[in-house]
């Protein structure tokens, strides 16, 4: 699926019939395959999930939303002006990717949480679940820390790659196990800031896959 085409004045040059995937960031133009999820769609879907989330913690005293980042720092921002509650905010770093399109199963925590969440109301949010291993970890680890309450939110869910059993209690898109940037996902620290998600041309990166 492409973008539509931007309504430009008649007077422009562009060719209005030429779909323009990286109309944001042209540099990345050359290296896009596809989009995936168009902007519209992430932010209809944004919108749902902060419905969601404020009618589900109405009334509760408080809460806490995690950003596992990198990645989910978009999705978090665009988020957080969707809930119409009192909300926290943490963050963790971890790292399991490198340069690599494939998960590694290795999680390390980089930054861990500034807060205690004792007795506290956390729902944990990333952009991206793939094999599961990172957010398995991590709930694995803020669990023995006593919170409240414990839920996920996940932009995208990959389907078919799984390698452990997770229950996402907010989850935006299920899609193809095929590697993708934008809206957060990077490839190399790129392409992160595409409002969209979209796959790379194989030549983009397939020498840089270990
Ligand atoms: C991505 C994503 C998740 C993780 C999911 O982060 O943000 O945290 O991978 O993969 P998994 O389900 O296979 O464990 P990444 O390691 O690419 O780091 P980044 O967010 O800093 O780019």
């Known amino acids: 699926m492409h973008t539509r085409a931007m309504v430009l004045p008649t007077d422009s040059r562009i060719d209005l019939t030429v779909p323009t995937l990286a109309a944001h960031v042209p540099d990345y133009e050359d290296d896009i395959e596809k989009v995936l999820i168009s902007e519209q769609e992430i932010q209809d879907c ?12 109405k009334g509760e005293d ?8 990198k990645g989910a720092f978009v ?5 957080a002006r969707h809930v119409r509650l ?14 690599a399109t494939k ?8 930054k861990d949480l500034d807060h205690e969440i004792e007795g506290r ?12 291993l990172t957010l398995s970890y991590l709930l ?14 996940a932009l995208m869910q990959k389907t078919d790659v799984q390698q452990v059993p997770l229950d996402i209690r907010y989850r935006g898109f299920e899609i193809p196990p095929v590697f993708i940037v ?6 190399g620290e790129r392409f992160r800031n595409l409002p969209y998600v979209a796959t790379l041309k194989p030549e983009a990166y397939e020498h840089l896959v270990q």
């Open 46 to 57: 944004i919108r749902r999930l902060g419905d969601q989330i404020s009618a589900d913690y």
């Open 75 to 79: 999705v978090m921002a665009d988020l």
């Open 62 to 69: 408080g809460l806490i939303r995690v950003g596992v980042l």
């Open 182 to 187: 934008g809206y957060g996902l990077d490839f």
């Open 103 to 110: 998960t590694s199963g290795v999680v390390r925590i980089l």
């Open 121 to 132: 109301n956390v729902l944990l949010v990333e952009d991206i679940v793939d094999s599961g």
């Open 86 to 99: 009192p909300i926290e905010f943490d963050f963790m770093a971890v790292s399991s990717y490198g340069v």
């Open 140 to 153: 694995k680890n803020l669990r023995t820390r006593r919170p409240k309450s414990l839920e996920v939110c």
